[in-house]
């Protein structure tokens, strides 16, 4: 049997790249959830999933953090309580990823209707499993300090374990290796599904097929279908490639490259869900620009004209905040 490798050391740099991206994700993930509670009439179900995607990125985002800046050299109580919620949170990611998917498919392909009896499996699935097997994991004393050989800083399973293959499998892999399968599958039967849809709509409406109007949001939905499955195998697929390499007790698993890589990847899964659906997405977009864009006016115009326009125009200030139907009328997006 060959000699186990030595511990992987991580570089400054490396933690910092790891960090920001730690960063990023936890910004992301809360700006999902903050345009969730801040505008209703965008609380559609399939943002809804989404919301939940994001508590679950959230919590990854700062457990991950805690044990890069830590940087484990052992195991230890805090050691074993990062590697648990870390475990739970990240596997919980991939549970809500493929229930999005899921949802979209039965929704749109199927055509089947859904109600809150869909929204209590995908919980209990999404919740429910992570925690039973992050509870077993700890109970059986599995999460523990890793070497960073399986992992970039944090605590994951024990490599010392006899049956250390299974876990890491239980703990997350065995996931992450269905969801690079599901989520193309579903996602390519999505867009073929809304490409003869549109297809037979301009076959009875031939106008709408010529109208550049509709041709960008189509197009925007459409790069979005290819960009998730996309998006997540190639932030997850550096993972999969340590593990394989950890395997093969192979030295290349140390790679600075391939470390950094890995670290952003596990990581950064929060900021990519705010780039997608809410920085590329339209009507999110706008609001928040609205939003931003009236907050700095207020408040650098506040010191300057509150108390001239108070004076010379009670009426006007008194009404200024009303709101203005045709100004907050919601530009919800079919898609």
Known sequence: MPAPLPPTQLYPSERVVVLL????????????VGTHALWPELRSRPRQLLLYLS???LLSALSYSYGVL?????????????????????????FWTMAIALYLYITLVRGSPTGTG???????????????????AVALKKICYDASNVSVGWCWVDL?????????????????????????????????HINR????????????????????????????????????????????????LTLCN????QNSVLVVLHGIGNTFQGGANCIMFVLCT?????????????????????????????????????????LDPERTRPLLSST
Not at 23 to 28: I, N, P, Q, T
Not at 118 to 131: A, E, R
Not at 161 to 188: H, N
Not at 250 to 253: F, G, I, Q, R
Request: aromatic letters at 10%.
């Open 21 to 32: 991206s730690c960063a990023l994700s936890f910004v992301g993930s809360s700006l999902l």
């Open 55 to 57: 508590l679950a990125d």
């Open 70 to 94: 830590q940087d484990f050299k052992k195991t230890s109580w805090d050691c074993v309580l990062q590697g648990a919620l870390s475990t739970f949170s990240n596997t919980s990611s991939f």
């Open 118 to 136: 869909l929204l209590c499996c995908f919980h209990v699935v999404s919740w429910g499993v992570p925690l039973g097997i992050t509870v077993a």
């Open 160 to 192: 010392d374990a006899e049956d250390r293959v299974l876990w890491m499998l239980l703990t997350g892999k065995v996931w992450e290796i269905l969801a690079y399968v599901t989520l193309p599958v579903l996602y390519i039967l999505i867009k073929k």
């Open 197 to 244: 849809a549109h297809a037979a709509l301009s076959e009875y409406r031939p106008i709408l097929s010529s109208a550049p109007a509709f041709q960008p949001r189509t197009s925007i939905a459409d790069k979005k279908l290819i960009l998730i499955p996309v998006i997540f195998i190639v932030l997850r697929i550096w993972s999969t490639v340590r593990f394989i």
């Open 250 to 253: 192979s030295p290349a698993v």
């Open 282 to 322: 339209r009507v999110v977009r706008a609001r928040l620009l609205s939003s931003l864009c009236c907050c700095h006016h207020d408040g650098s115009s506040w010191s300057w004209h509150r108390s001239d326009s108070e004076r010379q125009h009670p009426e006007r200030c008194r009404n200024r905040d009303a």
